[in-house]
């Protein structure tokens, strides 16, 4: 029995132990900021340098007890864990932050004293120097991460970015929450961080510049042709003036109303040869059509006169007597009528 007691204990340990590693594996060194003059204060206005962590996994895990050393002499595996713990900052307990939620990030303050915040660690970081860092577990013996910071500039920061680190500028670093957000980035900053050279600048000033000369090309080619179409439809109607529809609408109108009285008069006048009447509205058609007609009153009148044209008498030769026709009430043959 006790001997079951004991197994069910040990396994109970090593699960916890297994269990515990493997939520550590999860939180990383994201960002480090060497040299503080102008990023974020600690609780008594203090601008120090600081180390960010990051939860990357979506469990909850408590960071407290784990290790940050910069002394690359925890790298020898001869060392015990004791030795090697004097050789770390211990990352202490007593705050509620270091309970890290999914995809959490913290910040803590290095080359500090611990009696001034549970997040302030004697880890010491020298400014303007390369430097590495290193973040081991609560056992003080397995390395959890690891990144070396190059020599950075004043408020400068070293950022990790999935794989990938980068450094990034003063206006850029991000404490206590995701790298790489620019939110505030206007797209004229973006547009000088991602062409530091002006080479695309340049290329798309150019392209501007073509483009507009290419369509005032366009604009004027296509105002000379419609210029030149004008300058030959004005020409032509110089030459063969277009009647305007109006003025066609009321001379047809004056047509019909003349055809109209020609057509009324020859009715009345039945003893008249109605050719006669068809030559001449033929001939007053004629006339509107090619508009050179004299301006008249609008009626036509035809009177009628007699020639003698058809007289026998006129037939004969001159040593006949003339007959003239005795005869009142016999049938004349009309004359030709004489037009006014």
Known sequence: MNNLKLLLGAWLIVASQT???QGAKNIVISEVLTHNTASIEDEFGKREAWIELENMSYA????????????????DMSLSAPERIKLMSVIPSGDDRTQMGARKHIVLFANSNPAEGKLHLRLKVPQGEQVWIALYNGNGTELIDSVTVPALAADQSYARHGR???????????PGTDNFIQASESKVERFKREDPHGLAMAIMAMGIVFFCLA???????IFGMIMRHAETARKVANAQPVKPLTKTVEKTIEVAHKTG???HDGLDKKGVDMELYMAVIGMALKQYEDDVHDVESGIITIKQKDTGWDDEYSQMTHWHDP???????APRIPTTPELH
Do not use: E
Request: no cysteine.
């Open 19 to 21: 269990a515990f590693g």
């Open 60 to 75: 909850t895990y408590n960071v407290r007890g784990m290790f940050l050393t910069i002394d690359r002499k925890v790298l």
């Open 164 to 174: 990938t680190w980068s450094v990034k500028a003063p206006d850029h670093v991000t």
């Open 215 to 221: 369509l005032l090309w366009i604009f004027f080619s």
């Open 261 to 263: 009285n020609v057509l």
């Open 323 to 329: 007959i003239m026709p005795t005869d009142h009430n």
